[in-house]
């Protein structure tokens, strides 16, 4: 019998299995340990155990992306008004000035039309957004001439410089009625003459808004100084045959109704009348006081609606064709002044498509350059500092900039912001070129009537009177007596001086 093996020795064999599940539980508490505890309180709302990690990349990307345009817009806002709190504090102190209390604060006036493609709100929001502030920390007053269509702003102030004339003492052959709104300006300018009320001392001055807009100042200048007072015998057929359209128009809307419509509708302005065989079957009916009063009172015309909106003034047409040769015949009215009112261009940016949204973006981003520039031009127009502009060949801003355009040796109203025509639609070269077309064919088969009468425009072209002409597109005309007469705004070197010291002072703390 084999002896028993005796002494100290495992009394239990150890598996892998449990080595392995003795290094699990160790991992186990090890990590417990570790893991932070959670709060109570958010243990006890149901909310989960939230480990500190990054995000996921496509997380990354959208915070990345929505922080970085956040930041620049926000930015962008808080140097734009910074920018515009610079130069309405420039021109603050003019608002602290005392006036007689028979005296007006100096008024300018604004000029401003749809731009090309768009509607005339897309103007009014710039100017309330850029050049308001400026005007209102001045204290200035303005008014305001909007067009909604090409042609608007040039026919207003066309009649405003032709009215001016006659005020100081040009004489007209022809008795023109006047528009509603310009009686109640002349009866408020006289009640105001009469009580001794008078305006402040000073400069008054323009402030166009847009290429397109001064593009249609300058023309209505030359056409009011050197167009006649009275309209042409074309422009006057050519308002005639417009109204009897319209009065067409009109009458052909009301035959156009069923005579049923027409017949209940005199029966029930007088019940009276019947037809002939009843009037035979009762010769002895007579009409009662109170059916003689109701076709009375049917008969009175009916008061205007206030709720109806008022029909739109009508644009004549132009007093005098945009060519240099037409300018040169025209005699200089001897009640010109020797300068005309300054003028301040004013940008006006306004690019549209799909494809042009990457620098419509940037240009959103960049809000603060543009309100720098505006705040500029409209507080030199508060501060009230002019010069002349620049003759053709005088060495200029403004013409290094457009060196390659090849327009050096043109009058600096000319160049001004001409930028901008390149951003505007194509549509409206489009439809331009679709109505000289029109005109061209009319002209050619002679079936074009005395109001389409040949005549030549700016670009030297043969049509239509007014058919042809577009403000917009045509290059610009200038005769050297209106030209030379011009005045634009500048700002003092000085006062440009302040607004830097405000930037480096007052603008850090803010």
Known sequence: MAEQPTGPGPTASSSPADG?????????RGANAAAPKQNPAFRAMGLPKLRARLPSRNWLIFFGVVGTWTGALTYDRSEKKRAQRKWCDLVAPLSKEILPTNTMPRRVTIYLGAPPG?????????????VKPVLVAAALDWDVVEGRREGDVRAGLAERIRAERKRMGETAASVVMEDEEDAKEEAVKASRAGAGIGEEAGVKGDIVIGRHTWKEYVRGLHEGWLGPLDPPPEV??????????????KNGSKEDTPKEQQGDSDETKNPTDTTS?????????TSTPDSSSAQEASEQPKPADPSKPKPRRKQPPPF???????????????????????SAPIAFPHLLGFLNTPTRMYRFLTRRRLADDIG???AAVALGAYGVYDEPGAPSVAAAEHAEDDVSSAWEQERVLMQEEKEWPK???????????????????????????????????VGGKGALE?????????????????????MPVEDEERAKKWMETKGKKE
């Open 277 to 285: 065989g009843s009037a035979e079957s009762s010769p002895d009916q």
């Open 20 to 28: 392995g599940a003795s290094a699990e539980g160790a991992a186990g």
């Open 236 to 249: 006057v057929r050519r308002m005639e045959a417009e109204m009897e359209r319209e009065e067409r128009e």
């Open 320 to 342: 005098l064709p945009a060519s240099l040769s037409t300018y040169e015949s025209s005699s200089f009215p001897p009640s010109a002044p020797d300068s005309l009112p300054p």
């Open 427 to 461: 549509s409206i070269r489009k439809a331009v070129a679709e109505r000289r077309d029109k005109a061209a064919k009319e002209v050619a088969s002679g079936a074009a009537d005395e109001d389409a009468s040949p005549t030549t425009a700016a670009g030297g072209e």
């Open 376 to 378: 500029r031009a409209t």
């Open 470 to 490: 577009s403000v917009w597109l045509d290059r610009m005309v200038l005769d050297p007596r209106i030209a030379g007469r011009m005045r634009k705004f500048i």
């Open 118 to 130: 768009d509607g005339l709100m897309t103007a009014r929001e710039h100017f309330h957004e850029y």
